[in-house]
Each structure stands twice: as C-alpha cells, then as structure tokens.
T-cell receptor, first 117, second 117 residues
Framework: AQSVTQLDSHVSVSEGTPVLLRCNYSSSYSPSLFWYVQHPNKGLQLLLKYTSAATLVKGINGFEAEFKKSETSFHLTKPSAHMSDAAEYFCVVSDRRSGGSNYKLTFGKGTLLTVNP | NAGVMQNPRHLVRRRGQEARLRCSPVKGHSHVYWYRQLPEEGLKFMVYLQKENIIDESGMPKERFSAEFPKEGPSILRIQQVVRGDSAAYFC???????????????FGAGTRLSVL
C-alpha cells in the first residue's frame, strides 16, 4: 500500500525568502513521486516528478525536490518565494509494481502556501 | 492544445437528483481518471477508463456512481440520487498511451464542484 503525509497543512513565508514544503511517503514498491500545484479555481499543474533517475529533481518556476530513500522524504523547496507561488501544493506517490501498472495516484492532504509581501 | 476540459465548473443539486459531470481529455489522450476531493482532504482515486472500457473502478462507491468513456464524446461521471455526502470537487485527469517512463503522468482539469442541498 502507498501513502503520503504532508507534514504542514499551512506554510506562510515572506516574499523573497526560501520555501520548504515537507512530504513523507510510504510505498511497498519503487515509487514515482510528484508535486502538483493548485491555484484557486484552476486545475492541478504538475511541478515536477521523480521516477528513479536523478534524486534531485528540478521543476518549473524554480522549484526542486530531493528524493531521500533513507528518510522516505520528498520535500519541495524554492530559494526565493514569489507572490505568484501562493497556492495549494500536493505531494503525490504512485507505486511501480513489478509487471503492473502505476496509474493510481495517492495524494497528500495538501499544504497551503501563503506568501506575504 | 486545449488541456483537460471539465464541465460544468459548479453544479448544484437537491438530494435525490442526478448529477452528470463531463470530462474531455487532452486531444490524443486515451486514458481518463476520475478523482474526488472531499473538504480538507487530498484527491482520492475513483476510476480509470480507456475508450469504451472500465479498467479499474476500485475507488468508486458500490452504489449510485457510474462512469463511462464512450468511443465518441467526453467521459461522464454519473451520480444518481445524490446525498449531501456527495458534495465535493470531482477532478478528471487524462494521460497519453503508455510511453515508457512518462506513462504515469496525468494532466488534470479544473474540476467540477458539486454541492448537494
């Protein structure tokens, strides 16, 4: 079984300061991991994905995440927050079961990021 | 290229009525997924369809819910005899035919927010 825990339901930062959104996962198989962002009244947009290549993954808009197997973590970071980053962020895992499909995404409960001027 | 299109964006129904939610996938995508997001929860997988076939409906409630993806036209998620507990945001996602490592990237629509009075 797979699961995701987003450790903070709400993170507030000042514009220009670093962002850290924390995510821990549980997976019985080799996981694929994703971060999605949801702006108000918009669809979910893929920020980045990890699929067993490089452990440090770079995404869009200056975000990156590091896969740490020993810590079962996939935290999302950005060096300098921008006002437009204010949104809800979801950490997502899917199992890559041997010989099977991996379409079933499991979402965390989300972290609401607020950026203060 | 248009992304995943869902309509209506907002749907209000009284208890006992039927709700029909529509999803047009990205052009060329043959796989459709439906997810439900209850208040303050992450998205939960409901069903996975390919053209004219239900591949996995393990996340669908056993009664009142059904989904289809006909050869022509959008995918439909149908909820009969709605109850207040069905109030949620319903998201549709699509993906292209499996192409190696990218096969589990899903592209999401903006969702349909169902309110049951």
């Amino acid at each position: 079984a797979q699961s995701v825990t987003q450790l903070d339901s709400h993170v507030s930062v000042s514009e220009g300061t670093p962002v850290l959104l924390r995510c821990n996962y549980s997976s019985s198989y080799s996981p694929s991991l994703f971060w999605y962002v949801q702006h108000p009244n918009k669809g979910l947009q893929l920020l980045l994905k990890y699929t067993s290549a490089a452990t440090l993954v770079k995404g869009i808009n200056g975000f990156e995440a590091e896969f740490k197997k020993s810590e079962t973590s996939f935290h999302l970071t950005k060096p300098s927050a921008h006002m437009s980053d204010a949104a809800e962020y979801f950490c997502v895992v899917s199992d890559r079961r041997s010989g099977g499909s991996n379409y079933k995404l499991t979402f965390g409960k989300g972290t609401l990021l607020t950026v203060n001027p | 290229n248009a992304g995943v299109m869902q309509n209506p964006r907002h749907l209000v129904r009284r208890r006992g009525q039927e709700a029909r939610l529509r999803c047009s996938p990205v052009k060329g995508h043959s796989h459709v997924y439906w997810y439900r997001q209850l208040p303050e929860e992450g998205l939960k997988f409901m069903v996975y369809l390919q053209k004219e076939n239900i591949i996995d409906e393990s996340g669908m409630p056993k009664e009142r819910f059904s989904a289809e993806f006909p050869k022509e036209g959008p995918s439909i998620l149908r909820i009969q005899q709605v109850v207040r507990g069905d109030s949620a945001a319903y998201f549709c996602a699509s993906s292209p035919p499996e192409q190696g490592v990218v096969k589990n990237i899903q592209y999401f629509g903006a969702g349909t927010r169902l309110s049951v009075l």
